[in-house]
């Protein structure tokens, strides 16, 4: 990914003001979206289209680690951006005002646990939307990379 490639934000209106708010500050609005709930914004590669696509996710931590919950909320398909980073694991991540690279995988089922604890204690809907599909919703981990 090249920082001038043109990036496409998320169809969907309040993300996409959500992704504007904290582009245009520079992580000062939006990095917080409620009190308590952090959110970052990750970028992956259109799995068809090849274009960059951006999207605003609540995150947690694991270390240096960073975690997304998949959730789509509890949609019986995957969101777009996880088959996106499935297709192509090298993604952009913005938390703040740090934008740096990363590559993204699910966790592995003797991982998963501990880390969806994680992301329940941030946002509890999570259990919520597992109930509400048949589909295992993954717990995505974004490691940095360097360059």
Not at 12 to 41: F, K, Q
Request: hydrophobic fraction near 35%.
């Amino acid at each position: 990914m090249t920082t001038d490639e043109q990036v496409i934000d998320s169809p969907a209106g309040w993300v996409r003001d959500h992704i504007r708010e904290y582009v245009e500050s520079n992580g000062e609005r939006g990095h917080e979206w409620r009190p308590g709930v952090h959110t970052l914004l990750l970028t992956t590669r259109g799995r068809r289209s090849g274009q960059l696509r951006r999207t605003a996710l609540i995150y947690g931590r694991d270390g240096d680690r960073y975690l997304v919950v998949a959730s789509h909320g509890g949609d019986p398909r995957h969101p777009t951006w996880y088959l996106n980073l499935l297709a192509d694991p090298l993604v952009r991540v913005q938390v703040g005002a740090d934008v740096f690279a990363a590559r993204a995988r699910a966790a592995k089922p003797d991982e998963k646990p501990e880390l969806w604890r994680t992301m329940v204690a941030i946002w509890p809907d999570y259990d919520a939307y597992q109930a509400r599909t048949d589909r295992d919703i993954p717990v995505v981990i974004l490691e940095p990379v360097d360059g």
